[in-house]
């Protein structure tokens, strides 16, 4: 029988890539994970990585068993699931990862929720991008990630994670004062009348700034991107400084009024998709329900405060 400690290393070697990547979320060193991956090679008895370059990739019969140790893995989270299940009391800790604008306008009240409900549970917050927390969470770094999807940008999904949508958040064109012209043109034409424009946009690399590229393309133009960050606070502030135009969402203002014009953006363009993603064989877990269950609680509540602003 396979040592599942060994297969772990395999599979944390497939997910973070190097050996020194292995070692250090692990905490061993390099050569202790070497030592422990050329036995396993030895109990298989078929060569489980190949030299390429500095770095090494797993051949066919390592992702073979790549795939075998996730199995196992989920059914050990379902049994983790279970036994906790079965406790009077919901312990332990919960990490969760979120993007910036959910961890300010969500995370907060279900953190509070969490804290009423559940008081000997200790949840860990890390504010990161999809594109670095759904691979962290596929390596086990995380237990919940919150994560969005722009139009036409969907994540990738893989087998051993499974997502659940959370809601949907209007996204904007927001303009500076000096820039208003209104909205009686439509959409395309208020995006073409910023094409001379400093804009601000997420790094190159995320769905939001390929997202925003394909709109400004669309609209005839390629943006002069002058300010580039994931820190939509920043893009707020910059728009409202009238040092840029930028694409915002709902949650960047957390209930407040907008402060800068907003304009609507072409049809199918104008939401993304907020979810949560756990691993495959957790959605039992007792912790994972109940974040969950926070956090819905939490858009809810945002929801009923809107309206009455709305009304007032």
Partial sequence: MFDLHRLRLLRELKHRGTLAAVAAALSYAPSSVSQQLSQLEAEVGVPLLEPVGRRVRLTPQAEILVAHTEAVLERLERAEADIAASLTDLTGTLRIASFQTAALALVPTALGLLRDRHPRLRVHVTQMEPERSLPALQARDFDLVLAEEY????????????????????????????????????????????????????????????????????????????????????HRRLVEQEHAAAFLPDLVWDGHPPTVPLRRLPRGQGTRRISTVIRRGRGRHPAIQACRAALREAVALRRAVALRSEQT
């Fill in 151 to 234: 139009p036409g940008s969907p994540n990738p999904r893989p087998a051993e994670l499974e997502q659940e949508d959370l809601l949907d958040d209007p996204l904007h064109l927001a303009l500076p004062r000096s820039a208003d012209t209104g909205d009686a043109d439509g959409p395309t034409a208020a995006l073409r009348s910023l094409a001379d424009r400093p804009w601000a946009l997420e790094p190159e690399g995320t769905a939001a700034r390929h997202w925003a590229m394909t709109l400004c393309r669309n609209a005839g133009f390629d943006p002069d991107v002058r300010f580039e960050t994931t820190d939509l606070l920043l």
